[in-house]
Every structure is written in structure tokens, then in C-alpha cells.
């Protein structure tokens, strides 16, 4: 079975400076890699996805993360945070068994 | 097109009472899921299907029931509500498996006490 750990539960960082956020998987055949955003009180968005090819992804709103496979890892990064990604980030990885496993999320605030 | 939508927002349970919480989406998707997340543990799966009249349990399904008697619907069932069913329901939809982008509902905060 799949897992996912996001070590960083929050972080805290200034408007324009960049944002990094840590996934690390575990899944023993090739992996589908998501990140989704979560505003206090919506459900989930999809940021970006990672099936194969390219490994740089980009996504929405300015996110893009890196799939690393030595490192089993799918960083997330922003180069300059709006107050407007204040958020809580979920990291997830689908498998062909129709189930998605999420970590548990790392909260993200911006201050001015 | 009004997505995945989930009624209701909120709800107050007490121990022992049931109550079933409804999902509907409009996009035609195959995989239907139901997710309860709880601070500090990200999203779990409780229950899914890969379609109508099919469905399967995930990670945390005891206590919960579901059907899936049309591609539209996927209503969760609280068979006999528990103080440790206190938490935010999310139900998302997907057109594919697992490699799908799966679209989320707002959610129902339930508080059983």
C-alpha cells in the first residue's frame, strides 16, 4: 500500500519570499503524485499532478513541484507567496487500486 | 454545472443516532469516494466506488455504510453515530482510478456528542 509523509506541519513565511513544501512517498511501482490546496473551510483544489515524463510540473496559481525519484520525494515550490496562499496543503499519491493516499498536510501562513 | 455537492454543511449527532449524509455530483464520473478528515491526519478513506451498484471499503469504514444505486449519488450512512465519528466528511468524484484528478465537496462538519 501507498503512504505519504509531509515532515513540515507549518510554516510560516513572508509575502514574496519562496515556499518550499516537502512530500516524501512510499510506493513500490510508479507512482501518481498530486498536490491539493485546502482554504479554511472549502475542500480540496488541485494544484498540480505528476503521472510520468517530464519531471518538473507545473500547475495553478504559480506552484510548480519536482518528482525525484532517488529521493522518493514531490516538493512543492513557490518563487514569491501571495497573502492569498495562506492555506493547508495536501500531498497525495494514487495508485491503479482507485485509492488515494493523503499525508497529513502542512499549513502554510503568510505575514506581511 | 454544479460539481460534487454535499448536504448538509453541519450537523449535530447524538451517540447512538443515525443519519445519512448526501453526495451528488453532475460531471458524469465514474469513482465516487467519501474521505473524513481529522486534524493532524490528513484525508482517509473511508468508502468508494468505481460505479453504479459497485463499491468497496478503504481505509476506515467501520461504523460507516454506503450504496451506489446511480452514477450520480453516493450517500454515507452513519449506522449508530460515536463521539469518534466527530470530524469534516468530504465526498470527491473522479473520472478515472486512481490516477484521476478527483473533484472535492465542500463538506459536512459532523459533531457527535
Known amino acids: 500500500a501507498q503512504s505519504v509523509t509531509q515532515p513540515d506541519i507549518h510554516i510560516t513565511v513572508s509575502e514574496g519570499a519562496s515556499l518550499e513544501l516537502r512530500c516524501n512517498y512510499s510506493?513500490?511501482?510508479?507512482?501518481?503524485l498530486f498536490w491539493y490546496v485546502q482554504s479554511p473551510g472549502q475542500g480540496l483544489q488541485l494544484l498540480l499532478k505528476y503521472f510520468s515524463g517530464d519531471t518538473l510540473v507545473q500547475g495553478i496559481k504559480g506552484f510548480e513541484a519536482e518528482f525525484k525519484r532517488s529521493q522518493s520525494s514531490f516538493n512543492l515550490r513557490k518563487p514569491s507567496v501571495h497573502w492569498s496562499d495562506a492555506a493547508e496543503y495536501f500531498c497525495a499519491v494514487g495508485a491503479d487500486d482507485y485509492k488515494l493516499s493523503f499525508g497529513a498536510g502542512t499549513t502554510v501562513t503568510v505575514r506581511a | 454545472n454544479a460539481g460534487v455537492t454535499q448536504t448538509p454543511k453541519f450537523q449535530v449527532l447524538k451517540t447512538g443516532q443515525s443519519m445519512t449524509l448526501q453526495c451528488a455530483q453532475d460531471m458524469n464520473h465514474e469513482y465516487m469516494s467519501w474521505y473524513r478528515q481529522d486534524p493532524g491526519m490528513g484525508l482517509r478513506l473511508i468508502h468508494y466506488s468505481v460505479g453504479a451498484g459497485i463499491t468497496d471499503q478503504g481505509e476506515v469504514p467501520n461504523g460507516y455504510n454506503v450504496s451506489r444505486s446511480t452514477t450520480e449519488d453516493f450517500p454515507l450512512r452513519l449506522l449508530s453515530a460515536a463521539p469518534s465519528q466527530t470530524s469534516v466528511y468530504f465526498c470527491?468524484?473522479?473520472?478515472?482510478?486512481?490516477?484521476?484528478?478527483?473533484?472535492f465537496g465542500p463538506g459536512t462538519r459532523l459533531t457527535v456528542t
Open positions: 470527491a468524484s473522479s473520472r478515472t482510478s486512481g490516477r484521476g484528478e478527483q473533484y
Open positions: 510506493y513500490g511501482a510508479t507512482p501518481y
